[in-house]
C-alpha cells in the first residue's frame, strides 16, 4: 500500500506541474466564469432558473470535453513510459507493479476530476454569496455523475494505453474511441436501427451501452422526470428501469465499466513483454 500511495503522489506531482493540466483547468474554469459572465444564473429554460440552469449547462459541456481530455492525457502514461525507457528502471526499483499501475490510476485520477468538481463546487459557492438558491440534491448528483465518468474513461485509457506499443497508436486510438461514442449518441445510431427495423427494447439496450449515452440521459432525467425529450425511447427506459433505478444504473454502469476496463488493462501489463 505505501508503494502505491507513493506511486500515486508521485504521478499527482508530475501532473500538476504538466502543460496538460493548466490548461485542462483553465477550460473547466473558463466555462463557469462564461456561464456567470453571460447571465446564465438569471435565465429561464423548462422552468430551471438560477444554479439550476447554469449546472444544467455545465454538465452538458463537460459530457463532451471531459472524456476526450481523460483519454488523450491518459494513454500517453504506459505508452509513454514504455517508449522512454522507464521499464527498465522500473524492474529494478522495489515497486510491484500492481503498485505502480493502480497507483498512477489514482494519481492520474485526483488529477482529471479536481478541477471539475472545484469549478462546480465555486459556481455553488459563489451562488451562495450572491443569494441565489444551491440545487444541493443536483449538485451532489452532478458531481457523483462526473466521478463515475471520470473514472470510466480512465480506466478505457488504461487500457488502450497497456495494448498500443507507441505513444501516437495509443493517441489514435483515443480519439477513435470518444468519436465512435460521440457518432452513436443519437442519429447514426437511429438511422442504423430504422434500416434494420431492430426492435425499441434492443436498440435502447445498444444505445444504453454507450457510457455517453448513459450520462447524458441521466443529466436530462434530472429536470424532465418522464424524459419527454427522448421521444419514444423514454417508455422503454422508463419501463425497464424506473427513473430511481436508471439514476442508480447512471452511476454504477460507468464505475463497473471502468474498473474492468482497467483490470483487463492491469492483466495485460503484468503479462506483457515490458521493455
Do not use: H
Not at 448528483?141 to 506499443?165: D, E, H, N
Not at 419501463?239 to 444504473?249: C, N, S, V
Amino acid at each position: 500500500m505505501k508503494q502505491l500511495w507513493l506511486t500515486a503522489r508521485l504521478d499527482i506531482v508530475e501532473s500538476l506541474r504538466a502543460r496538460w493540466f493548466m490548461i485542462y483547468s483553465v477550460v473547466f474554469g473558463g466555462i463557469v466564469v462564461l456561464l456567470f459572465a453571460f447571465g446564465l444564473t438569471e435565465s429561464r429554460v423548462l422552468g430551471f432558473i438560477g444554479l439550476s440552469r447554469l449546472l444544467v449547462t455545465y454538465i452538458q459541456l463537460t459530457m463532451a470535453i471531459l472524456p476526450i481530455f481523460v483519454l488523450i492525457t491518459t494513454v500517453r502514461s504506459v505508452a509513454g513510459d514504455r517508449e522512454a525507457g522507464v521499464f527498465e528502471y522500473l524492474l529494478s526499483l522495489p515497486v510491484g507493479l500492481a503498485a505502480w499501475f493502480w497507483g498512477k490510476i489514482i494519481g492520474r485520477y485526483v488529477t482529471v476530476f479536481l478541477p471539475v468538481f472545484v469549478a462546480m463546487l465555486g459556481a455553488a459557492l459563489w451562488g451562495t454569496l450572491q443569494g441565489i438558491d444551491v440545487p444541493w440534491d443536483m449538485f451532489l448528483y452532478y458531481t457523483a455523475l462526473l466521478a463515475a465518468m471520470g473514472w470510466c474513461f480512465l480506466g478505457l485509457a488504461m487500457l488502450i494505453s497497456t495494448l498500443a506499443r507507441s505513444t501516437d497508436v495509443a493517441q489514435g486510438a483515443a480519439f477513435m474511441l470518444w468519436l465512435t461514442l460521440l457518432l452513436f449518441l443519437d442519429l447514426i445510431l437511429l438511422g442504423v436501427m430504422i434500416q434494420g427495423r431492430i426492435a425499441p427494447e434492443i436498440a435502447v439496450t445498444i444505445a444504453l451501452i454507450n457510457p455517453l449515452q448513459v450520462f447524458r440521459v441521466a443529466a436530462l432525467a434530472l429536470f424532465d422526470t418522464q424524459l419527454i425529450v427522448l421521444g419514444p425511447s423514454a417508455y422503454v427506459i422508463l419501463d425497464l428501469f424506473g427513473i430511481t433505478g436508471f439514476k442508480a444504473y447512471a452511476l454504477a454502469y460507468p464505475v463497473l465499466l471502468g474498473t474492468l476496463a482497467a483490470a483487463i488493462g492491469f492483466f495485460n501489463f503484468k503479462n506483457s513483454d515490458l521493455p
